[in-house]
């Protein structure tokens, strides 16, 4: 019933900045937190970062605490991860998820999830 879809996955160019954006169908956008999450080679999928339904409340992963930002746009039903100062160790599958809890940020349980974007390394 509700749709992810995410855009804006890129290769990692180390230092350099990367946008990606997830928009969202089939539901009442602002009846969500959204989150992002990640899943590099070899790896469990892990929590990158969230947000609460109005944007009063945000979460990040320590490993993205201060380089990456999400943001919302309720009224385009779309929510977006600035990620500065890029690394080889943020190349991942990116995915956005929606989570019906109002509460919060959850870390884990999100009850949808997009199909993942590519966010390669270069070597």
């Known amino acids: 019933q509700v749709q992810l879809v995410e855009s804006g996955g890129g290769l990692v160019q180390t230092g350099a900045s990367l946008r990606l954006s997830c928009a969202a169908s089939?539901?009442?956008?602002?009846?969500?937190?959204m989150g992002w999450f990640r899943q590099a080679p070899g790896k469990e999928r892990e929590f990158v970062a969230g947000?609460?339904?109005?944007?009063?409340?945000?979460s990040y992963a320590d490993s993205a605490k201060g380089r990456f930002t999400i943001s919302r746009v309720n009224a385009k039903n779309t929510v977006k991860l600035q990620m500065n100062s890029l690394n080889p160790e943020d190349t991942a599958v990116y995915y956005c998820?929606?989570?019906?809890?109002?509460?919060?940020?959850?870390?884990?349980?999100?009850?949808?999830w997009g199909q993942g974007t590519q966010v390669p390394g270069s070597s």
């Open positions: 998820a929606a989570d019906r809890r109002l509460i919060g940020v959850p870390t884990s349980g999100y009850d949808y």
């Open positions: 089939g539901c009442t956008f602002s009846n969500y937190a």
């Open positions: 947000i609460g339904w109005n944007s009063e409340f945000t």
